[in-house]
Each structure stands twice: as structure tokens, then as C-alpha cells.
């Protein structure tokens, strides 16, 4: 059974940055990939970027490239998203998602990290 | 970017009827392997998306059998055999056959 554990809320203030983890667990191999959705208050998810966690590569959106850094730490199974120079609309829940490569669909979520960007 | 288009906004259906959720892509999401890249997920109130539907067709792990998705290369539906009230929330298609992956704008499925 898959699970994905998510960092807690946080609170930034505009020109700052943030961490979000997604650690994972249940997983047989490392052959899958992890990819970051958010979704701003009353909005529909914005997938943001992905990495493979077995060879490390990252594909992100143009939309947030120059600010956005995925990583991962194998031997801790986790995941982390960084986003710089944050700003109010930046507020959102950010969501980590398995991709399941016989769906190409998300079959885990984890419950979402509230990142809230106010002075 | 592949734009996701969904019809209606919001729906509300009497406990039993049936529904219909209409969603259109600006570019044929067919694969050259065959499969059409489109996902259906219902968010339900305070909590992250759950997959329904993958491949435009095909129901995922333990989703219930009145849930059935079909479509063409652009235009797909979603249908609802018969709503309970534990099919509430709101419903989003997504592509993910080029990225950036994009969803529609979702509608909001409520009981009568």
C-alpha cells in the first residue's frame, strides 16, 4: 500500500522561499516518478513538475521554471519542492502524486502541504 | 499548452438519476500507441484528488461500476449510472499525454 506523507503548513512572506517534503512509503523499487500539483483556493490543480526518483530527472513547467528546484533523498524516501521568490499568488495547497506509468494517471496523492505568501 | 474544457460548471442531480460530465481538449489526446491520455479524478470536499477513470476508459482500483468514461480523440464524457450522495464533490478531467499536464475547470457535482 502506497503512502504519501506530506511537510506541514507554512507561512511566508512575499520574496521568500519554501520546502515542501513528500515522503514515501510502500513502494517495491525506486522505477516510478513523483510529481507536484497544486491547487489555489477555489481553483483547479496546476501540475507543476515531476522527477524520477530511480535517475533523479526533473521536468518542470515553464510556468514556474528559474524558481522551482525538485530533489530527492533515496535513502530517507523522500521528496522535496522548493519554490523561490514567492508571492500571493503563490498561496495554495501543494499536493505530491504518484504517476503510474500503466495508467499515465496519478494513482496516490498525498493529503497536501497549505502554503499561505502574505506580508 | 493542451486546454481541458468541461461542461457543466455545476450539476445537481435527485439520489439515483444519472449524470453526465463533457470534457474537450484543444488536441487529440490519442497516443500513437493507441490510448487516449485522459484521466477523470473526483475531489471530494476537503480532500485531494482520487482517480476514477484512466486511458478515457478504464475505472480504476475499487471505483465503483456505475462510474464509466468514454471518448473520441477530443471530446470525452463521463458518465454516472446512478449518483449516491457519496459522489459528491467536484470532478476534474486531466490530460497527460504532453506536458505541461493540464486540467479542466471542473464541475461540481451535488444531490437534489
Known amino acids: 500500500q502506497v503512502h504519501l506523507v506530506q511537510s506541514e503548513t507554512e507561512v511566508k512572506k512575499p520574496g521568500a522561499s519554501v520546502r515542501v517534503s513528500c515522503k514515501a512509503s510502500?513502494?517495491?523499487?525506486?522505477?516510478?516518478?513523483l510529481h507536484w500539483v497544486r491547487q489555489a483556493p477555489g481553483q483547479s490543480p496546476e501540475w507543476m513538475a515531476w522527477i524520477n526518483i530511480g535517475n533523479g530527472y526533473t521536468r518542470s513547467s515553464q510556468k514556474f521554471q528559474g524558481r522551482i528546484t525538485i530533489t530527492r533523498d533515496t535513502s530517507a524516501s523522500k521528496v522535496y519542492m522548493e519554490l523561490s521568490s514567492l508571492r500571493s499568488e503563490d498561496t495554495a495547497v501543494y499536493y505530491c502524486?504518484?504517476?503510474?506509468?500503466?495508467?499515465?494517471?496519478?494513482?496516490?496523492w498525498g493529503r497536501g502541504t497549505l502554503v499561505t505568501v502574505s506580508s | 499548452d493542451i486546454v481541458m474544457t468541461q461542461s457543466p460548471l455545476s450539476l445537481s442531480v435527485t439520489s439515483g438519476e444519472p449524470a453526465s460530465i463533457s470534457c474537450r481538449s484543444s488536441?487529440?489526446?490519442?497516443?500513437?500507441?493507441?490510448?487516449?491520455?485522459l484521466g477523470w479524478y473526483l475531489q471530494k470536499p476537503g480532500q485531494s484528488p482520487q482517480l476514477l477513470i484512466y486511458l478515457a476508459s478504464n475505472r480504476a482500483s475499487g471505483v465503483p461500476d456505475r462510474f464509466s468514461g468514454s471518448g473520441s480523440g477530443t471530446d470525452f464524457t463521463l458518465k454516472i449510472s446512478r449518483v449516491e450522495a457519496e459522489d459528491v464533490g467536484v470532478y476534474y478531467c486531466?490530460?497527460?499525454?504532453?506536458?505541461?499536464?493540464?486540467f479542466g475547470g471542473g464541475t461540481v457535482v451535488e444531490i437534489k
Open positions: 510502500g513502494f517495491t523499487s525506486t522505477n516510478y516518478a
Open positions: 488536441q487529440s489526446l490519442l497516443h500513437s500507441n493507441g490510448y487516449k491520455y
Open positions: 486531466m490530460q497527460t499525454l504532453r506536458p505541461p499536464f493540464t
Open positions: 502524486a504518484t504517476y503510474f506509468g500503466d495508467y499515465e494517471a496519478y494513482d496516490n
